[in-house]
């Protein structure tokens, strides 16, 4: 007889109060038929409209429910990470607090990591119920993580995870301010011990995305930035470019003079020239000026997440 494993479920909340209860009552039908114990781990990434007194009834109900609040906003990523380094199951999985990702699914996931993987992946097998800019923005981000991370192109990424307490403990070793969690698995878990299972994705259940544009620019920045050299390797072949034509014009320049030419002094020119190379040069101060930024974060921060307050 094969015993139930202990599993935990780590959910990011942000002003979920509306979907709280019907997310617990979902997630423990399903867990008490197939885990030995569980447990719940809620981090609210600092709602303001009443989602932790939400929190604080489902845990005084079902002391399984743990919680941890965030003095402030943070964002997903920062939050998850969190859940996962208090996760203690043998199985840990990660879901939104909208109902978007089926808790029911749970039980395939398992099953799909008993054939030996330690990351199953939930890969929405129709079109996300989100808008349709928010659908290119994702498209954009698996392209970059691709390209940046060596992601396998046939292999999708979303929220809807599980995983082994190994893989798991991988991931919550990371101790960065900037936390993205594509590349903590793809530095974490081999590439063969990944795979996607097919899942639905359901229609919000109350409200919108809290995803804006800046917020997902933002996300962006931590895998270009803090998690590749891209922006620097950029820098380096645009000087190079730049250095290039610049002695090729003043060769083009010079041979034309000594072949007899005449070259007007042109202010226009000049002036246009000096603008694009202090823009060049200001960008570039600002791409290093970033990096250096995110590195006095790291070491001035006294603590990696925000956290306000815990209830174990």
Known sequence: MTTKPVIS???????????????YDRVRNVLDDVASS????????????????VML??????SRVKLVRFARN????????????????????????????????????????????DMVIGKIVTSKKHSAARNLSSRIVQWMVSRILGK??????????????????????FTGAHAYLP????????????????????ERAHGRSTYSPGRLIKLASYLLINHSYLPLRFMVAWGIILSVASLLYAVCTVSYVLLGGHMAAGWPSL???????????????G???????????????PQQFPIFETHD
């Open 57 to 62: 009834a489902l845990h005084e109900h079902d």
């Open 9 to 23: 479920v780590v959910v990011p909340v942000f002003r979920s109060k509306a979907t709280l209860n019907a997310l």
């Open 38 to 53: 569980w447990e719940i781990i809620l981090v609210d990434d600092a709602s303001n409209d009443g989602t932790f007194e």
């Open 271 to 285: 002036a246009v020239l000096i603008s694009f190379l202090c823009g060049n040069i200001l960008l570039f101060m």
């Open 74 to 117: 943070t964002g997903q990523h920062h939050a998850t990470l969190c859940g996962l380094q208090r996760a203690s199951g043998d199985y840990a999985f990660t879901l939104d607090d909208d109902l978007q990702n089926p808790p029911e699914e749970i039980p395939r996931f398992i099953e799909k990591m008993e054939e030996g993987y």
């Open 152 to 173: 396998p192109r046939d292999l999708a990424l979303s929220s809807y995870r599980g995983m082994t307490r190994r893989a798991a403990s991988n991931m919550g070793a």
């Open 183 to 202: 590349a903590l698995i793809f530095a974490s878990v081999p590439i063969d011990r990944i795979t996607n299972l097919s899942v639905p994705h359901n």
């Open 287 to 301: 791409i290093v000026g970033e990096y250096v930024g995110r590195l006095v974060e790291e070491h001035s921060r």
